[in-house]
């Protein structure tokens, strides 16, 4: 099985509507990431966790919320979905290293 | 603040030959580097990393990289291309004293022919 696991893997929504993306792992890792990936500019950090009771706005979190609803989940919001937010979403997790580990991505339209 | 520039976005090879993809990255801090490949619809694989020890550094499926500080580079190369090395190839700069937090360059895409 793999070690972080994102649902949906693809899901298409209107503008307007609420949708969340979750992520779960069994790394026992306690440092949780969600990162947007668009054509010709790499991933982006939206929102990161160091622990249960820490989130931090990452540098394009405007228009998306997180929860960490324990040290294996971290899901992603986005409240009121518009067109700009389709991408690909990469939800990713670390220890005390550097290193990160990503799951297989969600891929998000928006019409 | 930290930035990465990969140099190409794209990059094709024929099969047998030889494998460059540029990376240049600005840092505040003794940068740790990566590069993670990206298979069509898969999530990201850790290719290789430095973090300040040896300036040469061995990977994964035949990939090696080297760390220049005085150039501001970490370029990643491959002697000899697979058709299974086409992917999208990320280098990546950690924000070190910050925390865990990485940045990305833009990608390259490697077109590999037969």
């Known amino acids: 099985d793999a070690d972080v696991t994102q649902t949906p893997r693809n899901r298409i929504t209107k503008t307007g509507k609420r949708i969340m993306l979750e992520c779960s792992q069994t790394k026992g890792h306690d440092r949780m990431y969600w990162y947007r990936q668009d054509p010709g500019l790499g991933l982006r950090l939206i929102y990161y966790?160091?622990?249960?009771?820490?989130?931090n706005k990452g540098e394009i979190s405007d228009g998306y919320s997180v929860s960490r609803q324990a040290q294996a989940k971290f899901s992603l919001s986005l409240e009121s979905a518009i067109p700009n937010q389709t991408a690909l979403y990469f939800c990713?997790?670390?220890?005390?290293?550097?290193?990160?580990?990503f799951g297989p991505g969600t891929r998000l339209t928006v019409t | 603040a930290q930035s990465v520039t990969q140099l190409d976005s794209h990059v094709s090879v024929s099969e047998g030959t030889p494998v460059l993809l540029r990376c240049n990255y600005s840092s505040s801090y003794s940068p740790s580097l990566f590069w993670y490949v990206q298979h069509p619809n898969k999530g990201l694989q850790l290719l290789l990393k430095?973090?300040?020890?040896?300036?040469l550094v061995k990977g994964i499926n035949g990939f090696e990289a080297e760390f220049k500080k005085s150039e501001t580079s970490f370029h990643l190369t491959k002697p000899s291309a697979h058709m299974s090395d086409a992917a999208e190839y990320f280098c990546v700069v950690s924000q070190g004293a910050a925390g865990n937090k990485l940045t990305f360059g833009g990608g390259t895409r490697v077109l590999v022919k037969p």
């Open positions: 430095y973090t300040s020890a040896a300036t």
């Open positions: 966790s160091f622990d249960v009771k820490d989130i």
């Open positions: 990713a997790t670390s220890q005390d290293t550097d290193e990160q580990y």
